[in-house]
């Protein structure tokens, strides 16, 4: 296999981090909407039942693992005069943002027709969003191959979505009341338009400042060698236990911020004044994330990154239906969440180089697709256990809700997540990378390739 390395000499700027952070904050606004607000839109506004979105969140998701990881590999094997990963995020955004709009719009087609409807905007918004979601997270890899530059640009791009994600869950639901005046449905549809509009600004702005670098020629594909790579990556596969456990915790407490605001504390506009509170938490921690991997080992930051989550957890259970409660435990979340997906990214591109000197294969759409898969792959178990577990309690929208269900909604908020989230601390304790073996790979990685050129 040829693995001549093709470089621009200049390494990336910092001129070139921010702008890559900036895209990651186009892309988090729509996807803010779209994860956070479906499950309720489909719900509340929508109407549809929870046990037909259940199965369809769980349908989208077997796609997903069929269409997620080819569409990496066709990422990272198409090359135009823009280069490998730029090619999605300069052509996607406009069809995405129109996908969006469409997920929020309640059509007049009938019953089964709007069934239908709900199936194919939902996976059509989740096919367009992975080609941009693979790209972005792509990039550090092509930019820079120095550990240390790569590590600052996930920790920069994890910190621009984290406070993204946060900020922009403040505003959906004053943007909806307010652009909708009073009717949900048209405020949500307005406001799906007017986040795709500044996202897509955003991206073709952004976009042209960015520049690949390190460009590796591929292969003839394979599907059978590179299916076998990635199941014998075992670094690969220990991260996406992890970031899996993460995002589950993650999206089922955010999905659920919705209801528990709505029905056990009596007022829906908390979402937004919690999403405040988280703020400080998600810019700290994508901040912190770097420089503690710098110090320490990475596996034992996610280690400790867990235990700190279990103990936020418990203090929320020791105060139910407590709104300063569950503020203080929303800062120290999002704390856990910012630092946690700057572990998950740092983590994953260390297992490229793995990869590509153990395996013989580097695959970084293919692996980056990973990233999106598992993070899709928890949107749904978690939003659908959710919707199966409401339904199973008698949840009625827009009604008062009975005291087993608003106790539900109470567990789910606090106790669960924490112990779901401890469970990620095994795949991290198998993860078998340090920074020793690491630079050691990097450095045989320089070799190999000076010897091909």
Same mark, same amino acid.
């Given at each position: 296999?040829?693995?001549?390395?093709?470089?621009?000499?200049?390494?990336?700027?910092?001129?070139?981090?921010?702008?890559?952070?900036? /895209?990651?904050?186009?892309?988090?606004?729509?996807?803010?909407?779209?994860?956070?607000?479906? &499950?309720?839109?489909?719900?509340?506004?929508? &109407?549809?039942?929870?046990?037909?979105?259940?199965?369809?969140?769980?349908?989208?998701?077997?796609?997903?693992? !069929?269409?997620?990881? =080819?569409?990496?590999?066709?990422?990272?094997?198409?090359?135009?005069?823009?280069?490998?990963?730029?090619?999605?995020?300069?052509?996607?955004?406009?069809?995405?943002?129109?996908? *969006?709009?469409?997920?929020?719009?309640?059509?007049?087609?009938?019953?089964?027709?709007?069934?239908?409807?709900?199936?194919?905007?939902?996976?059509?918004?989740?096919?367009?969003?992975?080609?941009?979601?693979?790209?972005?997270?792509? @990039?550090?890899?092509?930019?820079?191959?120095?550990?240390?530059?790569?590590?600052?640009?996930?920790?920069?791009?994890?910190?621009?979505?984290? =406070?993204? &994600? #946060?900020?922009?869950?403040?505003?959906?639901?004053?943007?909806?009341?307010?652009?909708?005046?009073?009717?949900?449905?048209?405020?949500?549809?307005?406001? #799906?338009?007017?986040?795709?509009?500044?996202?897509?600004?955003?991206?073709?702005?952004?976009?042209?400042?960015?520049?690949?670098?390190?460009?590796?020629?591929?292969?003839?594909?394979?599907?059978?060698?590179?299916?076998?790579?990635?199941?014998?990556?075992?670094?690969?596969?220990?991260?996406?236990?992890?970031?899996?456990?993460?995002? /589950?915790?993650?999206?089922?407490?955010?999905? $659920?911020?919705?209801?528990?605001?709505?029905?056990?504390?009596?007022?829906?506009? @908390? !979402?937004?004044?919690?999403?405040?509170?988280?703020?400080?938490?998600?810019?700290?921690?994508?901040?912190?994330?770097? $420089?503690?991997?710098?110090?320490?080992?990475?596996?034992?930051?996610?280690?400790?990154?867990?235990?700190?989550?279990?103990?936020?957890?418990?203090? $929320?259970?020791?105060?139910?239906?407590?709104?300063?409660?569950?503020?203080?435990?929303?800062?120290?979340?999002?704390?856990?969440?910012?630092?946690? *997906?700057? $572990? !998950?990214?740092? &983590?994953?591109?260390?297992?490229?180089?793995? #990869?590509?000197?153990?395996?013989?294969?580097?695959?970084?759409?293919?692996?980056?697709?990973?990233?999106?898969?598992?993070?899709?792959?928890? !949107?749904?178990?978690?939003?659908?256990?959710?919707?199966?577990?409401?339904?199973?309690?008698?949840?009625?929208?827009?009604?008062?809700?009975?005291?087993?269900?608003?106790?539900?909604?109470?567990?789910?908020?606090?106790?669960?997540?924490?112990?779901?989230?401890?469970?990620?601390?095994?795949?991290?304790?198998?993860?078998?990378?340090?920074?020793?073996?690491?630079?050691?790979?990097?450095?045989?990685?320089?070799?190999?390739?000076?010897?091909?050129?």
């Amino acid at each position: 296999m040829n693995n001549k390395v093709k470089e621009v000499t200049a390494d990336v700027t910092k001129s070139e981090i921010f702008h890559f952070g900036m /895209l990651g904050v186009a892309q988090c606004i729509m996807f803010t909407l779209w994860n956070g607000q479906m &499950m309720y839109f489909y719900t509340d506004i929508f &109407m549809l039942a929870p046990m037909f979105i259940s199965g369809m969140f769980l349908v989208a998701r077997v796609w997903d693992g !069929v269409n997620d990881p =080819m569409i990496g590999l066709l990422i990272e094997r198409t090359k135009t005069r823009y280069g490998r990963f730029k090619n999605a995020i300069l052509f996607a955004p406009v069809p995405l943002a129109i996908a *969006m709009v469409l997920n929020f719009t309640v059509p007049s087609f009938g019953k089964t027709g709007n069934l239908i409807y709900a199936v194919v905007t939902y996976i059509l918004f989740g096919m367009i969003y992975t080609t941009i979601d693979v790209s972005y997270f792509s @990039l550090p890899t092509v930019m820079t191959d120095k550990p240390d530059r790569r590590a600052s640009m996930f920790g920069i791009g994890r910190l621009c979505t984290g =406070m993204t &994600m #946060a900020v922009t869950g403040i505003l959906i639901i004053p943007c909806v009341t307010m652009l909708g005046k009073g009717d949900m449905k048209k405020g949500y549809f307005y406001t #799906a338009i007017l986040f795709g509009v500044v996202s897509c600004i955003l991206y073709l702005f952004n976009v042209k400042h960015v520049h690949e670098r390190t460009i590796v020629d591929k292969p003839k594909f394979n599907f059978k060698m590179t299916m076998k790579a990635i199941g014998q990556n075992k670094p690969l596969l220990m991260v996406m236990i992890f970031g899996f456990i993460l995002q /589950l915790v993650s999206v089922g407490k955010t999905s $659920l911020n919705m209801y528990y605001a709505t029905y056990n504390l009596g007022n829906v506009q @908390l !979402v937004a004044i919690v999403g405040l509170a988280g703020v400080p938490g998600m810019l700290i921690g994508s901040a912190v994330a770097p $420089l503690l991997v710098k110090k320490f080992e990475a596996k034992y930051v996610a280690v400790g990154l867990n235990i700190l989550f279990f103990v936020d957890s418990l203090f $929320l259970f020791f105060f139910e239906n407590n709104a300063v409660a569950l503020f203080i435990n929303n800062l120290f979340f999002l704390f856990y969440c910012g630092a946690g *997906m700057v $572990l !998950v990214s740092t &983590m994953t591109a260390e297992t490229i180089e793995y #990869a590509e000197l153990k395996l013989g294969q580097r695959n970084e759409g293919f692996i980056t697709s990973t990233q999106t898969f598992i993070s899709k792959l928890a !949107v749904a178990i978690a939003n659908s256990s959710v919707l199966a577990l409401i339904a199973a309690l008698g949840y009625v929208p827009n009604q008062e809700q009975a005291q087993g269900t608003l106790k539900a909604f109470f567990y789910m908020e606090s106790i669960i997540p924490g112990v779901i989230g401890i469970l990620a601390c095994i795949p991290m304790l198998i993860y078998p990378l340090t920074k020793k073996e690491y630079a050691k790979i990097t450095e045989e990685l320089k070799a190999r390739r000076g010897e091909s050129a």
